[in-house]
C-alpha cells in the first residue's frame, strides 16, 4: 500500500527546473536511497516530502491525502505528526541539552517526557550523554541525538537528507544500524545521499539528474 | 514533564545560556525600568517635595476677623488647631498701628509681629543685621532706615499715641467737672500735637498743657509757651471754635488748629495717656515691597505700648495643594475669623508644578519609546541570529503560535527581571535626585514594584511585536540547505 505517491510534480524556479516531471512511489515500511549530481533537485524532492515546500505542478499523496494544496497550518500539522526529518547538519537548539532536544520533538507533537526521551537516547546510546549540550558532543553524537529527536515521537516516515554526510565510518555504521532498526520495526525511511554504501543498505535508490528521475535501481542484495 | 514546565524551561535556558545578548536586551529594559521607576516615584514626589520648597515665595492664606469682629493672639490659636501641624508652615499674627517718633517729628506704620514665625512664612525677608531677639528691640525697614539715618544697633524712642477716635462713645461724655483730659491731633507736617487739660467745677478750661515738640520750634513749636496764646483757653468751656473762642498764634495757624481739634477730642480715659518706649534697631529690612515703610515690633513690645491684645490680620503658609488650600480656609472660617487664599500665590504654585510634572511625564515616555526601540533593536537582532533555530523549531512541528509564545515568553522574562530590578534601581535613582535636588528624601512605595514590573512586561512584549513577526515568517526548508 503506498505510503507517499508523486504525481508529475514540477518545482520551477524561474527558468530553472528545479524538478521537472518527477513521479515516484514509495509503499509503507519501504526504505527507499536517493542519489544524484549536486543541484539534481534531492533537497528540494525532501522539502516537497517533508511538507515544508509545495511543488509549481503536480500532486503529492501522503497516506492518500493530496498534501500538495494544503494551506501551510495544515502541513505543519502533518509534518509533526507523521514525519522525522534528520539533517545533514545535525541542526540542534544549542543552548538545550541532548535530552531537552529530544524533548523539543515531544513538546511540539505532544507531552514532553524525559523517560521516553532518555530511552531513545540509549537507543542511540548516548544516555550518558543526555546532560551535555551540543557544543560538548562530537559530529556524529549530535547527528545520533537527531536519529533519536526523528524517531521520539513514532513517525510512519523518517526522511533523512545525507545524514551521513559529515560522518566518520564509525558512526556512519551506527546511523545505518539504527535505520535499519527502525525498518524492522516497519518505519518507512528515504534517504538522500552521495554515498553508494549507504545507497546500498537501502532496499531501492532513485537516481535524479537534472530534477528527472533518471534511473531506478532495485538492491538485489538488501537482507531484511 | 508537562508543556507548561518544558516551555518554561526552554525560556530560562534560552536567557541563561545565551548570556551576553540577552543581557544587552535586559539592560536595556532595566535602564528603561529604573528610569520609569524613579521617574513615576518624582512625579508624585514632586509636588510633596516642591510645595514644601514653594512655601518660600510666601503666606498663601490670610486669616482676618470676621465682620464686626475682633482677633486676638487666643482666637488665632484656637483657630491654628483646626489645621493639621504638619501642613502648617508658619503663622505670622500682624498689627498695624502709627508710631509716632517724636524727635524726628514723624510717624511710621509699625506691625507688632512674631519674628520667629515671619521667617517661617516670609523667608525671602532678609535683614541687614539680625532679627530681634530680646524685648525691645525692633527691625525698621530700609525706606525709613533711609530717611531718618538710622542703622543696626541705633536706638530710636516711639511713642503710641491713643487717638479719640478709637476709645468708646464720644468726647463729650469726658467734659465733666474736674476730669483730666488728654488729646492729640495731626500738626504741620503731620507731626502729632498732644494736649493736655484739667477742667474746673463748671467743666470749663482751668489749666492746659501743649506738647508742640514735633513741630517747627519757631513757628508751631512756640504754641506750647506763648502765655497770651495759651491765656485765651482758660475759663472756655468745650468745644471751642477757632476764630470764634480762641486765635491762632502768629505764624502757627497750622498747630494752633491742631491744638484745638486736640483739645474738642481729648478724652479722660487714662489708659489714652501717650506712652513712649526706647527700643533697639537690630536690623533694617530689606524685601523689595511696601515693608521697607515699616517698623516691625514683637506682639508683646506692641502690647506693653498699646495695652491692648488686638490683632488685624494673619499670614498663614500651609503646605497643600489649591483644592485642599480652599477647605482648609473653609475650616477656619468661623468663630469670629475668616480665612481667604492669597490667589496669586497658590495659582503660580500650581502652575509650576504643573509644568514640572508635564515635564516629567514627558521624559519617561521619551525614555519608554527609546527603551522600546533598544529592546526591539536586540530581539531583531537575536531573531537573525536564531534564525536556524527557528527553522529548526518549524521543521520539528512547531506552529507559527508556538514560536510566537516562545519568544514572547523570553521577552517577558526579560521584562520581569529587567523590571523587578529597575523598581529597585530606580527607588534609588529617584532618591538620590531627591536628595540633590529637593534636599529631601522620599517615600518608597510598595505599589511601585508591581507596577514597573507590569509596565516593564508590557513593553519588552511590545518590543517583541516587530521580531516575532520576523520569526514567524521564516522558512523552515532553510534547515536543509547547507546555509
Ligand atoms: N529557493 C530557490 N530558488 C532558486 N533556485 C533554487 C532554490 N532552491 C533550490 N534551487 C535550485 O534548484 C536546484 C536543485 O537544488 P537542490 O537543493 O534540490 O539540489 P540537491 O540535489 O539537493 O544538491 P546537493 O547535493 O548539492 O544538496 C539547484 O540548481 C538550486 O540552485
Ligand atoms: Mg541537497
Known sequence: MALLELKNISKIYGELKALDNVSLHVDKGEWVAIMGPSGSGKSTMMNIIGCMDKPTKGEVLLDGEDISKLPGKRLTDIRRDKIGLIFQQFHMVTYLTAVENVMVSQYYHSMPDEQEALEALGRVGLRERAKHLPSQLSGGEQQRVCVARALINHPELILADEPTGNLDEANENIVLDLFRQLHREGTTLIVVTHDPEVAEAAQRTIVLEHGRVAREVVNENFVE | ?483
Open chain 2, 1 to 483: 514533564m508537562t508543556k507548561r514546565r518544558m516551555f518554561l524551561r526552554m525560556v530560562t535556558a534560552s536567557l541563561l545560556r545565551r548570556r551576553s545578548r540577552m543581557l544587552i536586551a535586559l539592560l536595556s529594559i532595566g535602564i528603561g525600568a529604573t528610569i520609569l521607576a524613579g521617574m513615576v516615584t518624582i512625579y508624585y514626589d514632586v509636588p510633596r517635595q516642591m510645595r514644601a520648597q514653594m512655601r518660600s515665595y510666601g503666606a498663601n492664606m490670610l486669616l482676618m476677623p470676621a465682620e464686626g469682629e475682633t482677633l486676638d493672639s487666643e482666637r488665632l490659636s484656637a483657630a491654628l488647631q483646626k489645621l493639621p501641624a504638619d501642613a502648617l508652615v508658619g503663622a505670622s499674627p500682624y498689627r498695624y498701628v502709627r508710631l509716632d517718633m517724636t524727635s524726628r517729628q514723624q510717624s511710621f506704620t509699625t506691625a507688632g509681629t512674631d519674628f520667629a514665625e515671619i521667617q517661617k512664612t516670609s523667608p525671602y525677608f532678609s535683614v541687614e543685621g539680625r532679627y530681634p531677639e530680646a524685648p525691645r528691640e525692633i527691625l525698621v525697614g530700609r525706606e525709613i532706615a533711609e530717611t531718618i539715618g538710622v542703622k543696626e544697633g541705633s536706638d530710636m524712642e516711639l511713642t503710641w499715641q491713643p487717638t479719640a477716635r478709637e476709645s468708646d462713645g464720644n468726647p463729650s461724655d469726658d467734659r465733666k467737672p474736674g476730669a483730666r483730659l488728654a488729646g492729640s491731633a495731626k500738626g504741620f507736617g503731620d507731626a502729632m500735637v498732644y494736649v493736655t487739660a484739667t477742667l474746673d467745677n463748671e467743666a470749663k478750661i482751668a489749666e492746659l498743657t501743649i506738647d508742640a515738640s514735633t513741630q517747627t520750634p519757631e513757628y508751631g513749636g512756640r504754641t506750647a509757651e506763648d502765655a497770651l496764646f495759651l491765656k485765651q483757653f482758660i475759663g472756655k468751656a468745650l468745644p471751642l471754635e477757632m476764630g470764634d473762642d480762641v486765635d491762632a498764634l502768629s505764624g502757627a495757624t497750622v498747630t494752633s488748629t491742631a491744638v484745638v481739634e486736640a483739645l474738642n477730642t481729648a478724652r479722660a480715659d487714662a489708659a489714652v495717656q501717650p506712652k513712649t518706649t526706647r527700643y533697639m534697631v537690630t536690623g533694617i529690612l530689606v524685601t523689595g515691597g511696601e515693608e521697607e515703610g515699616y517698623v516691625f515690633m514683637s506682639t508683646e513690645d506692641l502690647q506693653a505700648l498699646t495695652g491692648e491684645d488686638a490683632l488685624d490680620v494673619a499670614e498663614l503658609s500651609i503646605s497643600a495643594d489649591e483644592e485642599q488650600l480652599n477647605a482648609y480656609a473653609e475650616a477656619l472660617t468661623g468663630d469670629g475669623v475668616q480665612a481667604r487664599l492669597v490667589k496669586r500665590v497658590t495659582k503660580s504654585e500650581t502652575a509650576v508644578l504643573g509644568k514640572l510634572q508635564a515635564l516629567v511625564f514627558l521624559v519617561t515616555v521619551v525614555v519608554l519609546i527609546l527603551t522600546m526601540i533598544c529592546v526591539s533593536t536586540t530581539m531583531m537582532a537575536v531573531v537573525s541570529e536564531r534564525r536556524r533555530e527557528i527553522g529548526l523549531r518549524k521543521a520539528l512541528g512547531a506552529s507559527d503560535n508556538s514560536i510566537r509564545g516562545e519568544f514572547l515568553g523570553e521577552g517577558m522574562f526579560l521584562g520581569l527581571l529587567g523590571g523587578a530590578l529597575g523598581a529597585v534601581l530606580g527607588f534609588v535613582f529617584a532618591q538620590v535626585v531627591s536628595v540633590n535636588v529637593f534636599h529631601a528624601s522620599i517615600m518608597f512605595r510598595p505599589l511601585l514594584l508591581p507596577v514597573t514590573v507590569l509596565v516593564s512586561m508590557l513593553i519588552a512584549a511590545a518590543s517583541c511585536l516587530m521580531p516575532i513577526k520576523r520569526a514567524v515568517a521564516i522558512d523552515p526548508a532553510i534547515v536543509l540547505k547547507g546555509e
